[in-house]
């Protein structure tokens, strides 16, 4: 039976609610004002929201009276506006006109507006938290920014040279997106003033969690038809190398693998280009090899778990893990 994300968040279903009206207190102004309808947008177009979702279920699953607060929620909330803002940013960088089958803030306000706003909502949200007095909080939080600035540059820079290896794909990926969710387990557990063993090991489940999450991300991109609201092969138009085919170049002959990249920069404008290269990881099963790894990444997730009590918290966070593996968007 698959996994929702609402068997997932039932046990903070109530929280969830209160996280949403705090947010809009923070990150709202007067309608039909510009940054007024940007922000309105950018809020009702936030996805998921699995990043304040980590943090609220670390948050319960290492407290020890098995609630949490106000400064559980305003970690939840700096880490997922550090997130929204990278997202406008990515899609400025990148030019696509889509997020999640709705037009991307850059596609609807330009791109100039678009870096704007994105560094508006960094601005305030730091400013909110330094405000709010929590400096452990922002402290742990804000070194993931740099990580994730650090992430797109080194991937735009393997992308251009077409040298993704292996360890440069774990790496980028690490500082892009299981960075960030790294930071949302363990800054749970401080905000309850859980124990240094919890915390590690609630950076160790995001960090874990993190990397299935984008490697999954990546293996969507050679699925047809998927519903992530972006198009298929939408990373081979971008020349960017990702696990399934780096599984597949691992495995071919030179001469397969000189074809493969000959094909890659002619992605962007030509479709035939792109059905040889996903024709090549069917053919070696790059997705199915990608999969394995997922599954190494989440085990190691669910064995980091081993610190907290069985609760409805805890479970959660193991059912998150099967979402990862199941989720088609």
């Known amino acids: 039976m698959t996994t929702t994300l609402d068997e997932i968040r039932r046990p903070i279903e109530d929280d969830i609610k209160r996280f949403e009206e705090f947010v809009r207190k923070n990150f709202s102004e007067t309608k039909g004002t510009l940054i007024g309808d940007m922000l309105e947008y950018v809020l009702s177009s936030r996805g998921k929201g699995l990043r304040p979702v980590v943090v609220m279920l670390a948050a319960g699953a290492t407290s020890t009276t098995g609630n949490f ?10 880490v997922e506006m550090i997130h929204v803002a990278s997202l406008i940013h990515d899609d400025v ?25 994105g560094d508006y909502i960094l601005a305030r949200n730091m400013n909110i938290g330094l405000q709010s007095g929590q400096y452990d909080l922002l402290t742990h939080i804000i070194g993931a920014m740099s990580s994730l600035c650090e992430g797109e540059l080194i991937q735009s820079d393997h992308a251009s040279k077409m040298d993704t290896s292996r360890e440069n794909y774990l790496d980028i990926i690490y500082k892009k997106t299981a ?30 969690l993190g990397m299935a999450f984008q490697i999954v991300d ?15 092969a939408n990373d081979l138009r971008e020349r960017k190398i990702t696990l399934p085919l780096i ?22 404008e030509s479709e035939e280009s792109v ?11 790059g997705v199915e090899l990608a999969r394995e790894t997922v599954q190494a990444y989440l085990q190691r997730a669910m064995s980091a778990l081993s610190v907290c009590d069985d609760t ?8 998150l893990c099967e979402y990862v593996v199941e989720r088609d968007r």
């Not at 999640?100 to 306000?109: E, I, P, Q």
């Not at 930071?183 to 749970?188: R, T």
């Not at 059905?275 to 099963?285: P, T």
């Open 69 to 78: 607060g106000m400064r559980t929620m305003l970690a939840a909330m700096l």
């Open 93 to 117: 960088i990148d030019e696509s006109n889509l997020r999640r089958g709705r037009a991307s803030v850059n596609a609807r306000w330009q791109s100039r507006n678009a870096v704007i706003i």
């Open 179 to 208: 960075s960030l969710f790294e930071v949302c387990g363990s800054v749970g557990a401080i905000s309850v003033g859980a124990p240094r063993e919890k915390v590690r090991a609630m950076g160790t489940f995001g960090n874990m």
């Open 218 to 232: 990546d293996i969507l991109d050679f699925v047809p038809n998927n519903n992530t609201g972006k198009p298929a």
């Open 247 to 268: 599984e597949v170049l691992e495995r071919v002959s030179e001469e397969e693998k000189a074809e493969i990249m000959h094909h890659l920069p002619l992605c962007a």
């Open 275 to 285: 059905a040889y290269i996903q024709g090549k990881v069917e053919e070696y099963k």
């Open 312 to 319: 409805p918290y805890r479970a959660s966070l193991l059912a």
